[in-house]
Structures are given as C-alpha cells and as structure tokens.
C-alpha cells in the first residue's frame, strides 16, 4: 500500500507569508504526528493527532503554528507570517490502526521549508 | 536539554565490519526505543526496536543492545555493507504507544568500499 505522502515536497515563502504544508498519512492510521526537523538536528515533536481530535499540541513553537484534521485523515500544518527560523524539514508521521497499540511511525518523505 | 543524545556525529566503517551506533538517554520513563534510518531527502525509515524490558533484539544483520541502568543503547551492523550508508536516528518514548517520539541528533554512517 502506499506510504505516508507529503506535499509540498519544497516550499519558499518570503518572510511573512502563510503557508500550509499536507500530510496524507497510510490509510487507515489513526495516529497523526508532525515533527519539525532543523539542519543537522534529529525530528521535534510539534503535535499529534488521534483520528480528528489534536491531542497534544505542546511542541508548537509559537501561535503562528496552527495544525488540523478536520476528517481524520489528511492534515494540514499552517505557518502563519513566516519567520526565517522557521527554515525547517516538517515531517508528518503516521501510527496504528483502531484498537492497535504500536510505537513503530512511518514517516513522509517531509517538506523542505525555506523562508526567505 | 537534550533527553537523547547521540555523541558522535560521525562514524566511518569499512565493509564487512561491524558498526556500533551509540545513544544515551536521561529520562527514566523511557520504556521503548526505536532506530530509524534516514537517505538524503527521504523521511526517516523505521530498523528496528526494543522495548525495555529486554536487553537485545536482533533482526538479520541489526542487533539492538539496551543497558537500562546505564540508561545506554546500541545498535550493531554486521557485515556493513555499502548501501548501509546513512543517518540513523535513536529515538524513545515514554507513552504505551501512540505518543510522540524523542529523537537523537543522528550519526552519519559511512561505509566504505
């Protein structure tokens, strides 16, 4: 089956601009994490999706960062008047069917984010 | 504060021999640990894993070793071969599954021919 599909795969937005990076997660994963990935650092929690609900959101790094999945399956990150330390791979990641209880995410192939 | 380090940033191996991954962790509720494998411009793909109530999990040519009360993991590669040239991740989490991961900053694995 597919993987975990992300798109943009590259995205330049000049300081200030908004934008909003896709994540298709595997079908029928319940599980939905986004992580923030700087130069030469490992993957940063941002937030975590189980089916619709956001249930931690703690690793979001200011107001300007907004996440959602409104059905449960597609989510959208949106940066909100972009800053160039937002300069980061976002990568999405998705975990477990119903009633599964597993470690193991299956990454995207993540979002290149420069902000000039 | 990093709760997962990965001190070395580097390590250069020669084909055929052994490989040893290194990662210390500072939060004692870790109970399970992963290492992930990541290629230039691809996400990170999961290897292999341990839960904490084990001290080695093998699975072909990887090994996991895990020493609680040193609060220090290990993966082992043998034979490394060319193709295991990467940046590997050691990663843990302190949920019953479903919750988020803690990764290391990564050790870039070349193998050299």
């Known amino acids: 089956g597919a993987g975990v599909s992300q798109s943009p795969r590259y995205k330049v937005a000049k300081r200030g601009q908004d934008v909003a990076l896709r994540c298709d997660p595997i079908?029928?994963?319940?599980?939905l994490f986004w992580y923030q990935q700087a130069l030469g650092q490992g993957p940063e929690f941002l937030t975590y999706?189980?089916?619709?609900?956001?249930?931690?959101k703690s690793g979001l790094p200011s107001d300007r960062f907004f996440a959602e999945r409104p059905e449960g399956s597609v989510s959208t990150l949106k940066i909100q008047r972009t800053q160039q330390e937002d300069s980061a791979v976002y990568l999405c990641?998705?975990?477990?069917?119903?009633?599964?209880?597993?470690?193991?995410?299956?990454f995207g192939p993540g979002t290149r984010l420069t902000v000039t | 504060d990093q709760q997962v380090k990965q001190n070395s940033p580097s390590l250069s191996v020669q084909e055929g021999r052994i490989s040893i991954l290194n990662c210390d962790y500072t939060?004692?509720?870790?109970?399970?640990f992963l290492w992930y494998k990541k290629y230039p411009a691809e996400g990170p793909t999961f290897l292999i894993s341990?839960?904490?109530?084990?001290d080695k999990n093998e699975d072909g040519r990887f090994t996991v070793f895990l020493n609680k009360s040193a609060k220090h993991l290990s993966l082992h590669i043998v034979p490394s071969q060319p193709g295991d040239s990467a940046v590997y991740f050691c990663?843990?989490?302190?949920?019953?599954?479903?919750?988020?991961?803690?990764f290391g900053k990564g050790t870039r694995l070349s193998v050299i021919a």
């Open positions: 341990i839960s904490s109530i084990k």
């Open positions: 999706f189980q089916n619709e609900a956001q249930l931690d």
């Open positions: 079908s029928g994963h319940v599980s």
């Open positions: 990663a843990a989490s302190a949920g019953v599954g479903n919750t988020p991961l803690v």
């Open positions: 939060n004692s509720m870790f109970d399970y």
């Open positions: 990641a998705s975990s477990t069917r119903e009633e599964e209880i597993s470690y193991e995410q299956y």
